[in-house]
């Protein structure tokens, strides 16, 4: 029941003032977390193929395929899971993506061919299966493919982020004066850095981070409270993660192991670089194989498991997001 007459909502709505009692958002439960979905590598590849044929990065700049939740309300909504944003791209032998650069934090995770090559302020990153290229907000990039197959690879960005705080920049190119940039062997060396940093300091210097490092790492990795090994993705120059705003770490699920039931407010990302198994997401159960991506949203319990010999996955969220403005909630499922 109205406790205001018509004419005090009048007089309120003419002075743009709302009365937060009859708010329907007011004493709202919030609603139970959303549903996870899965693109499967079997079914998305062929449109691959179609998007090959229909078009060309030279009449549109670049040639993308986004995924979109099957929450998004429309095809402007661009988001994948939260503040995430997912999306294929790819590229045939000969061709390349002209330069531009953007606000938004990118980064780039093979998972097909081999020969293609970014270009990050003018540094030279190759991309081989499984390696991780960043492109921190307002780097110039461009991509070039050099090899003699299609290349393919996962994008992911925090477009929604921005696209929320109204801070999307976009600058094409082409570039007025290449920034300054540092070899990565600069900082190859464990626990050693130059005292000298040229450049911009505000992101990782590193920009691209090959699978085989990932790979070497997890061997040795004690494994988490969940029962997974992990690595992540970091800044040599201060240890956080290596792209602000997008937290990236590599999951490795060995023969056996079935993780604990954890949960998040993170939103999360997936995809599944070698191996089978099945991840439970909240009363749902998904199995997965090589290239497969999936979303786990927040506030899902959440678990893994490998079906034979180990597994690795790929996984960006925006826990980084979170972490920073001190909201980020994680909890393991006791044994009780």
Known sequence: MSLSNPE?????HAARLAPLWESPNAHKAPAGPLASHIWRWNDTRPLVDLAFA??????VQRRVLQMLSPHARSLADEFTCGNVLAALQCLLPGETARPHRHTMNALRFLLEGSGAVTLVDGKECAMEFGDLVLTPGMCWHEHRHDGAEPVVWLD???VPLHQNLGTVVFQPGPIEETPV???DAAFASPNIVPCEVKGRRDHSPVFRYPYLDAVRALAHAPASPDGARRVRYVNPLNGGNAMATLAASMMQLDKGVQTVPARSNANVVCTVVEGHGETRIGEHTIAWGPRDTFTVPQHNWVSHRSDEGDARLFIVSDADVLQRLGLLSEELRSAG
Do not use: G
């Not at 005090?8 to 309120?12: D, E």
């Not at 229909?54 to 009449?59: G, H, Q, W």
């Open 8 to 12: 005090s909502y009048a007089r309120w």
């Open 54 to 59: 229909e078009t060309s990065p030279a009449s």
């Open 156 to 158: 992911v960005l925090d």
């Open 181 to 183: 940039t540092m070899m």
